[in-house]
Structures are given as structure tokens and as C-alpha cells.
């Protein structure tokens, strides 16, 4: 997800300085971040809202700070599906040809911020809930939602990125 977010923001710059599609300056490949993106950061928040439905069951009203912590969690998901869903929404609209491709750089630049801003600076803020009132690896085996179908589309989702722009996205050895 970080190595797309990063090809992600790469792209735009290259369409923003006017990139041909030679030179990975292409509507195409940010459309194929953005696709990758939806899948991936979805993903992670449907994960992430059944994780805070799993800790508000376990987590006594006295517990303030735990709930404290888990509620924000959940404004942070609320955030991230909001940012998504509009990123989804312009790369829809672009390629409808709704929009130009300038409306569809700036939604990719604004989820960018939000990513760099709120996402990139969480880590793990529900393990300490987590030790808590549940075994570590009991949550996380519950919460482990792979699966062979999740595993393959984002394989595809990833190997189209790496054709689209070899010079950004290097292919993974797997």
C-alpha cells in the first residue's frame, strides 16, 4: 500500500509537470493507483470497523480511555472511507471524461495529504486496548480477513501498476 501511495504521488507529480504517458505521466496509471488504493485502503477499513465493533463489545462504560481511544479509531476509519470514497468518485468522473484529469490530480493530491497527515502517523493505536481485554494473537488471527481471492486481485491490482509504470512500481520477486 505505501510503495502505491508513493507511485501515486509520483504519477501526479509527472502529470502535473505535464508528463507524457511515455514518462508514466498518464491518466491510466493514477487510475490504476487510485483502483489499487480502493481495494487495499477498503480493505483495511472494513478490518478496521469489525475490529472496533469486536473492542466496544469487550470494553467495560468505566473504561474511559480505552473507549476513548477505540472511538477515535472510528472517526479515524469515517475519515479515511470519506477521503477514499472521493478519490473513487474523481477517477470515476475523469474517466467518464466528466472532468479533466486536473480534478482527478487534485482528489489524488487531497487523499495523499490525508494519508501523509492522519494515516502515515497512526501506528497501531488499539494495542494497548488490545493487551488489555484480548489475547494479541487471538485478535489478530480473528481479524487476519486474507484471503486467496483478497491475495490475487491485489497481486493483479499490483502487477497492472508495474506494467503501466515499470520505472515507478518495481514488480515484487513473488
Same mark, same amino acid.
Given at each position: 500500500?505505501?510503495?502505491?501511495?508513493?507511485?501515486?504521488?509520483?504519477?501526479?507529480?509527472?502529470?502535473?509537470?505535464?508528463?507524457?504517458?511515455?514518462?508514466?505521466?498518464?491518466?491510466?496509471?493514477?487510475?490504476?493507483?487510485?483502483?489499487?488504493?480502493?481495494?487495499?485502503?477498503?480493505?483495511?477499513?472494513?478490518?478496521?470497523?469489525?475490529?472496533?465493533?469486536? %473492542?466496544?463489545? !469487550?470494553?467495560? *462504560?468505566?473504561? &474511559? #480511555?480505552?473507549? =476513548?481511544? $477505540?472511538?477515535?479509531?472510528?472517526?479515524?476509519? @469515517?475519515?479515511?472511507?470519506?477521503? %477514499?470514497?472521493? !478519490?473513487?468518485? *474523481?477517477?470515476? &468522473? #475523469?474517466?467518464? =471524461?466528466? $472532468?479533466?484529469?486536473?480534478?482527478?490530480?487534485? @482528489?489524488?493530491?487531497?487523499?495523499?495529504?490525508?494519508?501523509?497527515?492522519?494515516?502515515?502517523?497512526?501506528?497501531?493505536?488499539?494495542?494497548?486496548?488490545?493487551?488489555?481485554?484480548?489475547?494479541?494473537?487471538?485478535?489478530?488471527?480473528?481479524?487476519?480477513?486474507?484471503?486467496?481471492?483478497?491475495?490475487?486481485?491485489?497481486?493483479?491490482?499490483?502487477?497492472?501498476?508495474?506494467?503501466?509504470?515499470?520505472?515507478?512500481?518495481?514488480?515484487?520477486?513473488?
Amino acid at each position: 500500500m505505501i510503495r502505491v501511495k508513493d507511485a501515486l504521488a509520483r504519477g501526479v507529480a509527472r502529470l502535473d509537470a505535464g508528463g507524457s504517458a511515455d514518462e508514466s505521466g498518464d491518466p491510466a496509471f493514477v487510475s490504476a493507483c487510485v483502483d489499487y488504493l480502493e481495494f487495499i485502503v477498503g480493505r483495511f477499513i472494513s478490518q478496521g470497523l469489525a475490529n472496533v465493533d469486536r %473492542l466496544n463489545a !469487550l470494553i467495560p *462504560a468505566t473504561d &474511559a #480511555a480505552s473507549l =476513548g481511544i $477505540v472511538h477515535d479509531i472510528e472517526r479515524t476509519l @469515517a475519515g479515511t472511507r470519506q477521503q %477514499l470514497d472521493r !478519490l473513487v468518485v *474523481a477517477r470515476e &468522473a #475523469a474517466a467518464s =471524461g466528466a $472532468v479533466d484529469v486536473e480534478v482527478l490530480a487534485a @482528489a489524488c493530491r487531497t487523499f495523499l495529504g490525508f494519508y501523509d497527515s492522519t494515516l502515515a502517523r497512526r501506528k497501531d493505536p488499539a494495542q494497548a486496548v488490545v493487551e488489555k481485554y484480548i489475547d494479541p494473537d487471538t485478535y489478530w488471527r480473528e481479524t487476519n480477513d486474507v484471503t486467496d481471492a483478497s491475495i490475487e486481485t491485489e497481486r493483479t491490482l499490483f502487477h497492472r501498476l508495474t506494467v503501466l509504470a515499470p520505472d515507478i512500481v518495481q514488480s515484487d520477486p513473488d
